[in-house]
């Protein structure tokens, strides 16, 4: 007996379909060793396939994952802390946590973005993507920050951003799988808030 005809997706449940099984390749197995054969085999397509909800070459398909997962991150980030109360300290934590739980659930994700594309020809990428969510970080602080009259919020904001965001990838990178996002947020909101809360005043 024939096996049943392929089900046909739209393009964008495929587009997905590739970009899950590209993320967990190059996680795995860094840019240079990953082939699209083995995305090809990891997402059950052809390779033809691959190459057509892909973008045509394996660069293209990581500039891709790089986008959709820092897309992730800085959506739940923001979600989080926009749908907290006025205080500003649950805000922060909310925003934490949502950024430490879309690491932990998305760990081959993050590893594509903290680990695997950080140096090479898509460095570039990976910037833009951290550059876009410290200044989300950054704007989200301008609302909280005593800045002196006649100074650019963000002269103050962004470097306050950039520390934070730092401190936070760092973090996560440490507590690798094992990582719970309540406490990972906690133990670094005892670490900033302090600080945070002086230049608040």
Known sequence: ??????????????????????????????????????????????????????????????????????????????????????????????GLRAFFASVTTHRDGWSVLYRQARTGALADEVHAARTRIVDRVAQLLAAELVVPEGVDPATVTTPIAAALAGAAEGLADWAGDGGDPDDLASTLMALVWPGLALLRS
């Open 1 to 94: 007996m024939a096996p049943p005809p392929r089900r046909r997706l739209p393009p964008a449940q495929r587009e997905k379909q590739v970009l899950d099984a590209a993320v967990r390749v190059f996680s795995r197995d860094g840019f240079h060793d990953a082939s699209m054969d083995t995305v090809a085999d990891e997402a059950g397509l052809s390779k033809p396939m691959v190459y057509t909800h892909g973008g045509g070459s394996k660069e293209e398909l990581l500039r891709r994952c790089i986008r959709r997962e820092s897309d992730r991150l800085l959506e739940s980030v923001s979600g989080a802390a926009a749908g907290a109360p006025a205080d500003a300290e649950v805000r922060l934590h909310r």
